[in-house]
């Protein structure tokens, strides 16, 4: 079975400092491509995502993620993180085969950032 | 924005309980989905439905049904609540699933069963 996997569980930052959370999957047919956030206390919410195009996506907040299919990844990245980005992340692949459509989730990356 | 509403966020039940959780969405989407969510283990996939009386299993169907009557009511059923599921379920909708869109989440029930 297709599988995502995010390395990092959990990370600690200090505010301004770089961010790039690991995402990488099983497949290697075509994909669709999600991170979600989850703010504490809130639902989740789509970060960017990529279909198709340019593999460097630019999401809400100043977030990006790059498409590598070489490497079957997807990494999350911020060059400057903010108190405020303290929220657990969930990379998501959605394996387009037969008629299957539904996204796979990763386990998350619970990220804190110290202000 | 599309709203998908989970009628309880707080939910308490006893083992042997049968519970129900609804989620309803406002954007005429045909494809809703129930996840469960625990630490370290993220979303898992319950059940999901393409069509109103359309089921399919997800990857953790056992001790769940689900119900569909209508295209905007998704119903999570528990027919007989154990403590292994304790959890934060989190329902979703999307136009299609087939096509580059998201998920729209609810704000999440949490269970307890005690």
């Known amino acids: 079975a297709q599988s995502v996997s995010q390395h990092n569980h959990h990370v600690i930052l200090s505010e301004a400092a770089s961010l790039e959370l690991g995402c990488n999957y099983s497949y290697g047919g075509t994909v669709n491509l999600f991170w979600y956030v989850q703010y504490p206390g809130q639902h989740l919410q789509l970060l960017l995502k990529?279909?198709?195009?340019?593999?460097l996506v630019k999401g809400i907040k100043g977030f990006e993620a790059e498409f590598i299919k070489s490497k079957f990844s997807f990494n999350l990245r911020k060059p400057s993180v903010q108190w405020s980005d303290t929220a657990e992340y969930f990379c998501?692949?959605?394996?387009?085969?037969?008629?299957?459509?539904?996204?796979?989730f990763g386990r998350g990356t619970s990220l804190i950032v110290h202000p | 924005d599309v709203k998908v509403t989970q009628s309880s966020r707080y939910l308490v039940k006893r083992t042997g309980e049968k519970v129900f959780l609804e989620c309803v969405q406002d954007?005429?989407?045909?494809?809703m989905f129930w996840y469960r969510q625990d630490p370290g283990l993220g979303l898992r996939l319950i059940y999901f439905?393409?069509?109103?009386?359309?089921?399919e299993k997800g990857d953790i169907p056992e001790g769940y049904s689900v119900s569909r009557e209508k295209k905007e009511r998704f119903s999570l059923i528990l027919e007989s609540a154990s403590t292994n599921q304790t959890s934060m379920y989190l329902c979703a909708s999307s136009l299609n699933p087939g096509t580059g869109y998201g998920y729209t989440f609810g704000s999440g029930t949490r269970l307890t069963v005690v």
């Open positions: 954007m005429d989407h045909e494809n």
């Open positions: 998501a692949v959605k394996f387009r085969s037969g008629g299957s459509y539904i996204p796979t």
């Open positions: 990529y279909f198709s195009g340019d593999p």
């Open positions: 439905s393409y069509d109103v009386k359309m089921k």
